[in-house]
């Protein structure tokens, strides 16, 4: 079975800094990916980016880049030049695997950005 | 916007009612998911779809069952709801593997 932890609850950033946001999995399949997710406050669940264990490089997607380590076990969430509409909160997930596809999220970070 | 719509948006009702929340898809995605949001525990799973009739549990399945009885619609019935269920619930679809999920807005189900 998939496991995803985020150990940080919340999180502050500077306006204009770049954040990580951490999460780590555990999974004895040999391949899988990882998925980023944004709640704002509205509610919404919004996907931001998307890796699979044997992409190369590491994604990118405008200012969120996805930093896979996987002999770590993890795959950190890079903000760059935050900006105040990034303040909500983040989910990364995990699907299972083959044809079931279940998919497993951590509890969330909540990123504040100060002006 | 992908095409997914929970229905009801919101909801009241009394400990001890059944309930049915659904989510109607017009992608005619394969996997569907019903969460589960409550502060501090994320998203949890509820149920799974892999197809028509074909369903699994997820990590809190106890006192909720589903549905899915064609592609486009996946039903989550609380038998005899209970306080313990008022949360935010959301829908979400996926395509295939390696595919991202679909959200729903949610519905904010009250139990009281």
């Known amino acids: 079975a998939q496991k995803i932890t985020q150990t940080q609850p919340g999180m502050f950033v500077q306006e204009k800094e770049a954040v990580t946001l951490d999460c780590t999995y555990d999974?004895?399949?040999?391949?899988?990916?990882l998925f980023w997710y944004k709640q704002p406050s509205s509610g919404e669940m919004i996907f931001l980016i998307y890796?699979?264990?044997?992409?190369?490089q590491n994604a990118t997607e405008g200012r969120y880049s996805l930093n896979f380590q996987k002999a770590r076990k993890s795959a950190n969430l890079v903000i760059s030049a935050s900006q105040l509409g990034d303040s909500a909160m983040y989910f990364c997930a995990i699907p299972g695997k083959g044809g079931y596809q279940k998919v497993t999220f951590g509890t969330g970070t909540k990123l504040q950005v100060i002006p | 916007d992908a095409g997914i719509t929970q229905s009801p948006r919101h909801k009241v009702t009394e400990t001890g009612t059944p309930v049915t929340l659904r989510c109607h898809q017009t992608?005619?995605?394969?996997?569907m998911y019903w969460y589960r949001q409550d502060p501090g525990h994320g998203l949890r799973l509820i149920h799974y779809?892999?197809?028509?009739?074909?369903?699994d549990k997820g990590e809190v399945s106890d006192g909720y069952s589903v549905s899915r009885s064609k592609t486009e619609d996946f039903l989550l019935t609380l038998e005899s709801a209970t306080s313990s269920q008022t949360s935010v619930y959301f829908c979400a679809i996926r395509r295939g593997t390696d595919t991202e999920a679909f959200f729903g807005q949610g519905t904010r189900l009250t139990v009281v």
């Open positions: 779809s892999y197809g028509v009739k074909d369903t």
């Open positions: 992608e005619n995605h394969r996997y």
């Open positions: 890796q699979g264990s044997y992409d190369e």
């Open positions: 999974t004895s399949d040999q391949s899988y990916g």
